[in-house]
């Protein structure tokens, strides 16, 4: 059981915001719908509109030129505002409309009936029209075949949006719905102080482990109970949206002033156990991490990912909770006086191992900051610091000799493998970045074939020509190009010709979710058919297990190849794993 927590105008605007958002295969499929109503009907006209409450945009059209219009322009708003089946057989004798600009102007709308889309929520989103510029009938039985088009057209809708934005095990929106939620939150006139919490409940190997003990439905079951106690034990309250994250990691959006923070979720979580079926109950063992941050002031991916960080740091210190505020200080640390040049900074690499071959076929170079009061940092904590500052661009070189400096080492050995280096799309936007690459790798007399790129932040690249120049230009140097943590939101997928690319590198939470989440499977299947079609390496993020790992076997063949990562090792002991799983070769 779910608690509402929105508000009718707030799921609303929520839902109106999604239909709008570019979406090639479902406005494909509203094409359709459209073409068939005309076809069925016998109208030459038809369309799917979109109503906010201030304008009308036409979603898809059938032999029907107009594209939007003011709402208080629309025929369709009567439809809307009246919950019901508008027909106007001839629009010049309906007091209503005989002047009317789309009347006696074009699109010459003459005959009009229009049908309320309405979802499972009751929420009159839109509406389905058959429209002529000649006056004629209208039957029974054509309204009647109008409503079932309609009433096939939400449930494909619905079935859509549960795809793309809900979870299909617990039901809680999902990520892509936390991200969209936080974009909304961006364009309202006056954004209010935002909390975002990620909480930490049944970590992936724990659910693993238990998946192998007790089966699959164990999981499942924990999971959907997790996620009705998490709103009843943290006393939801209205405006407090809860969301699935990934396998046991959820997210809670709030406003800055209420009780809900991650100390409190701790706190009321503390001791909390789930069923899992057959009246057996786990303990869980819950970590929390947030943010407080204006929507509009920092991207919605950003809050996101300096939240998950947060809670990496507490599970990494083994404290409960940690609020963003509370690592201000290793911040100033690394940003500050104290911290000049590379000091306290290593390099580990976790090798990329193939999915078909089980053997290494590249590394991926990771950067470690040891702080000296607090240990070690991951790149994840620290990098995006730097990537509002200067600090990017001074690490880019040592980071760029590190590397170089192993290809030397191992030249012509047998343990050589390619190495990707993962920078920001600022490092690509620096003219000649590329030409003075090139010529590095080329006095070191080091291929260039043996140095990939991986741009992190790939849903800015087409924002900037300059960085799109700087990554076609990396290709035309013989550099492997890739693209970090691909949004798996087929609008983002579908945006891949516009990135001069190799290989995409899939947001993990993709294959987190496939072993268990039908709709995951879905757009896992369809992603992968437009990868094959574009010669695209695919690349598996963060999948160090290899349960999860076999998920993507049915989907990997000789044009989509696959692969998974092993831990992150120090160099020497890299050396050493390597000669160990290369035997036979060296």
Not at 252 to 267: E, F, I, P
Request: proline share 4%; aromatic share 6%; hydrophobic share 40%.
């Amino acid at each position: 059981m779910l608690i509402n927590l929105e508000g009718d105008s707030d799921r609303r605007a929520r839902a109106i915001a999604a239909l709008r958002d570019p979406d090639a295969s479902r406005d494909e499929v509203l094409q359709k719908f459209v073409r068939l109503a005309s076809q069925a009907l016998d109208i030459p006209g038809s369309f799917i509109s979109v109503l906010d409450d201030h304008h009308q945009y036409i979603q898809a059209a059938h032999n029907f030129s107009l594209k939007h219009s003011p709402r208080e322009l629309s025929l369709c708003r009567h439809v809307v505002d009246s919950d019901n089946i508008v027909v106007v057989n001839d629009t010049l004798l309906d007091a209503r409309f005989s002047s009317h600009p789309l009347i006696i102007g074009a699109p010459f709308i003459r005959f009009y009936v229009g049908v309320p889309l309405k979802n499972a929520e009751g929420i009159v989103l839109g509406t389905l029209c058959v429209t002529d510029t000649s006056a004629h009938p209208f039957s029974n039985e054509q309204r009647d075949m109008l409503k079932r088009l309609a009433a096939l057209v939400m449930s494909f809708l619905q079935a859509w949006h549960s795809a793309g934005f809900i979870d299909a095990l617990t039901g809680l929106p999902n990520r892509q719905r936390l991200i969209r939620d936080v974009q909304l939150l961006a364009a309202s006139e006056q954004p209010l102080t935002r909390r975002l919490v990620i909480i930490d409940c049944v970590s992936l190997p724990r659910a693993i482990e238990l998946a192998r003990s007790m089966g699959i439905a164990a999981v499942e079951n924990l999971l959907k109970d997790v996620a009705t106690l998490l709103p009843l034990r943290l006393r939801a309250c209205a405006g407090e949206v809860f969301y699935t994250l990934t396998t046991g990691r959820f997210a809670v959006l709030t406003r800055a002033d209420t009780l809900l923070n991650a100390g409190w979720v701790t706190d009321k979580l503390a001791g909390i156990s789930a069923d899992i079926g057959e009246g057996m109950q786990v303990a869980l063992s819950t970590h929390a991490g947030e943010i407080t941050f204006i929507p509009g002031k920092i991207a919605a991916q950003d809050a996101l990912r300096f939240a998950i960080n947060t809670l990496h740091e507490a599970v990494s210190r083994d404290v409960p909770s940690l609020r963003f505020t509370d690592i201000e200080e290793t911040q100033r640390t690394f940003g500050g006086t104290r911290f000049t040049g590379t000091r306290g900074m290593s390099l580990v690499y976790q090798p990329r191992i193939c999915l078909r071959s089980g053997r290494p076929v590249g590394l991926d170079a990771l950067i470690r900051w040891q702080d000296p009061a607090r240990g070690e940092h991951a790149a994840g904590f620290f990098m995006p610091l730097t990537e509002q500052t200067e600090r990017q661009h001074a690490l880019t070189p040592w980071l760029v000799d590190e590397v170089m400096t192993r290809l030397k080492r191992l030249r012509n050995t047998c343990i050589q493998l390619p190495i990707t280096l993962t920078l920001s799309s600022a490092v690509f936007a620096q003219a000649g970045f590329a030409e003075a690459l090139a010529e590095k790798m080329h006095r070191s007399k080091i291929p260039t074939a043996l140095l990939g790129i991986a741009c992190s932040e790939p849903e800015r690249l087409i924002e900037s020509d300059e960085a799109l120049d700087g990554l076609e230009a990396l290709k035309r140097h013989g550099f492997t190009v890739s693209l970090d943590d691909v949004d798996t939101a087929q609008s983002t997928v579908y945006n891949l010709h516009r990135m001069p690319s190799d290989a995409i590198k899939l947001d993990r939470t993709l294959f987190n979710d496939m072993s268990m989440d039908t709709a995951a499977r879905i757009i896992a299947s369809d992603i992968f058919s437009l990868l094959k079609e574009r010669d695209y390496t695919l690349l598996s993020e963060g999948t160090e297990e290899i349960e999860t790992a076999e998920t993507l076997t049915p989907f990997s063949d000789d044009r989509v190849k696959a692969s998974f990562h092993a831990r992150p090792l120090p160099e020497r002991e890299l050396d050493e794993w390597l000669s160990w799983k290369l035997r036979g070769q060296c």
